[in-house]
């Protein structure tokens, strides 16, 4: 069963400092890596989607590197802004299917 | 394009209360889902279809029933509520079941069940 954790749960930093969330997952045989941004009270949104082949992915101030044989990935956000204060959840493919294993989400506020 | 809707946003509900969850999706997806996310735990999936008229068992069925009469249309069911089903249900929906794909989500349904 694969396993999707991510720390830490919340993360309070002042406006323009990069910010650096870690997602760890037990089983590495994955076929892509999700992150996702969830607004108070609102649905997912997704960010960047890595392949099992890409060491990593960007979108604009967004950056998020895969390491499949340590088993995680990491988001950056480079100069963070007040509007980056929201829930960062990163997921996983169970196995070669669609049904995704969730981790609970890093909490950043970002303090102007 | 609304893209995925939820019906209610909130609901309270007694205990042995029924009800139905309603997501309406427009984007001609061919699979849907529903998620409870409860504090502390990540999102875990419920139920899924792969296509009108078909349903399947997710994670934490117990407690729920489903159905898809409707390309558009994913109905989640809690015929007896429970304390235990207190939480956010998000309904998200997907062109096809293949892994490297994103599933679009709806805003949730706030559930308390007292």
């Known amino acids: 069963k694969q396993e999707v954790t991510q720390i830490p749960a919340a993360l309070s930093v002042p406006e323009g400092e990069n910010l650096v969330l870690n997602c760890s997952f037990t089983?590495?045989?994955?076929?892509?890596l999700q992150w996702f941004r969830q607004d108070p009270g609102k649905g997912l949104t997704s960010l960047l989607l890595?392949?099992?082949?890409?060491r990593e992915q960007t979108s604009g101030r967004l950056n998020a590197s895969l390491d499949k044989s340590s088993g995680r990935s990491t988001l950056y956000i480079a100069a963070s802004q007040p509007g980056d204060s929201a829930t960062y959840l990163c997921a996983v493919p169970r196995s070669n299917d669609y049904k995704l294993s969730f981790g609970a989400g890093t909490t950043v506020t970002v303090r102007a | 394009n609304a893209g995925v809707t939820q019906t209610p946003k909130f609901r309270v509900l007694k205990t042995g209360q029924s009800m139905t969850l309603l997501c309406a999706q427009d984007?001609?997806?061919?699979?849907m889902y529903w998620y409870r996310q409860d504090p502390g735990m990540g999102l875990r999936l419920i139920h899924y279809?792969?296509?009108?008229?078909?349903?399947a068992k997710g994670e934490v069925p117990d407690g729920y029933n489903v159905s898809r009469l409707k390309k558009q249309n994913f109905l989640l069911g809690l015929e007896s509520a429970a304390p235990s089903q207190t939480s956010v249900y998000f309904c998200a929906s997907s062109w096809s079941g293949t892994s490297g794909e994103t599933q679009y989500f709806g805003p949730g349904t706030r559930l308390l069940v007292l």
């Open positions: 890595i392949q099992s082949s890409q």
């Open positions: 089983d590495s045989a994955i076929y892509n």
């Open positions: 279809s792969v296509g009108e008229g078909t349903t």
């Open positions: 984007m001609n997806h061919e699979y």
